[in-house]
């Protein structure tokens, strides 16, 4: 029996990274704590989501961590017996310039080395994709079938109950006021509740990760950023494909929106510029940007009524991507930090690369390439372009 209060492992932050990760881990038969601030699991960033899963980035570590999450994700219902709302739908990215056309097309090389199962469709292909996609100046754009999305909150919530049933113990409604260390080993934390014991703390406190970093006397260059998002009535399915946007547009670098099985379309909008700081007011400003987008795109979207919009935080690095792995100091300090907004679609291959870092003593190649791209110190220059 595990004596009260001392654990292998311990987890801040029980959301779209720390649940899956304290199920994998849990699963590996790891003692676990998770702590977190809020009343359940999946109550900061993780709630704010749209649900949109991909391994259609621009980046190697980030095509990997998609392809494994987007295999749990497909799966889930088949081996688990939980509807999640999976749904293959596929990404479209859209290219109306000639610029985000050659983008687009030259990323399918790394993509496609990768393993991507993704092609170039061109202007009369994507129209029979999305009949109604605006065809004035579509070019064409990149198709990868096996995204998709599902239900953030029921995904989240699943990966939570098998956690417990594996084991993890889960506080809520609890925040850490420190993490003990001594002789320059991790050894616990402290909460406004109690203390715990364990030799491994994971940091997966998403937009908090910066203040979780200090109490270990890192400086975690993550900074949250506001984003709103909403969703419409219901109405007779007619699209397949999350669409993307990545052309610039009125006061927002891109637009993403997709129609989920029962009706009803989630859109969200990218801020530019960025708008820094932990306020998650919606405002009046978001509605009319991204409806000008939206229909746009598709002109059939211009009565849809919106239901609701709301406002999260993306947990931002310099540029555009996670920070995983060990700290150099202290020992024992595990991060998994800065998603970037894609923690969701990022969670169960995230987690179950921190219970291979912690439980295995040889990593895999692929392993390895991912922490090195991702590792703390790197110089963070330029920008992951699919971000």
Known sequence: MNPQGIFDVIVIGAGSIGTPAAMYMAQAGLKVLVVDQFASPGQGSNKAAIGGVRATHSDPAKIRLGLQSTKVFSTWQEEHGQDIEWHSGGYCFVAYTEQDEKSLQDLLVIQKSYGLNIDWLDGQAIRELIPAINPLGLRGGTFS?????????????????????????????????????????????????????????????????AQVGSMAGLSHPVMPDSHEAGITEPVAPFIGPLIVDIHPGDHSANIYFYQQNTGQFNFCLTPEPHIWGYNCNETSDFLPLVSKRMISLVPRLAKLRVRRTWRGLYPMTPDGSPIIGWADQPDGYLMAIGMCGQGFMFGPGVGSLLTRIITQNELSVQDREILYILRSNRDFIGNEMLK
Request: a negative charge; hydrophobic letters at 45%; proline letters at 3%.
């Open 145 to 209: 079938p096996d995204d998709g999305h599902c239900s953030n909150l029921l995904a989240n919530h699943a990966f939570y109950l098998s956690a417990r049933q594996a084991g993890a113990v889960f506080h809520f409604h609890e925040t850490v006021q420190a993490i003990s260390i001594h002789n320059n080993r991790v050894t616990g934390v402290v909460t406004d509740r109690g203390s715990y014991q364990a030799a491994i703390v994971v940091n997966a406190a998403g937009p908090w990760a």
